[in-house]
């Protein structure tokens, strides 16, 4: 008669050395924090150029204001009438 093999004792050996090995760890492993994504600078092609002398701020807060009107007009839907 062949002897059984029996894989439940290894395992629990093999468990209960490594639970020990790790109890004498002295400190627990300190995992690195995440770093956060960097961003790429924009390429030269991207970059607003500086206002010009010529414009006021006025006429830039102006020009902002409608720009953001007109965004949220294509934004709305057209009634189907």
């Known amino acids: 008669m062949m002897p059984r093999n029996r894989p439940l004792p290894r395992l629990l050996m093999l468990l209960t050395l490594v639970i020990s090995a790790t109890g ?21 092609e991207a970059r607003q150029e500086p206002l010009p002398s010529i414009c006021s701020p006025t006429c830039s807060a102006a ?13 709305v839907p057209v009634s189907q009438d």
């Open 24 to 44: 004498c760890v002295p400190a627990q492993t300190r995992w690195l924090a995440p770093q956060p994504p960097e961003i790429p600078p924009l390429p030269k």
């Open 63 to 75: 020009l902002s204001t409608e720009l953001k009107r007109l965004r949220a007009l294509q934004t």
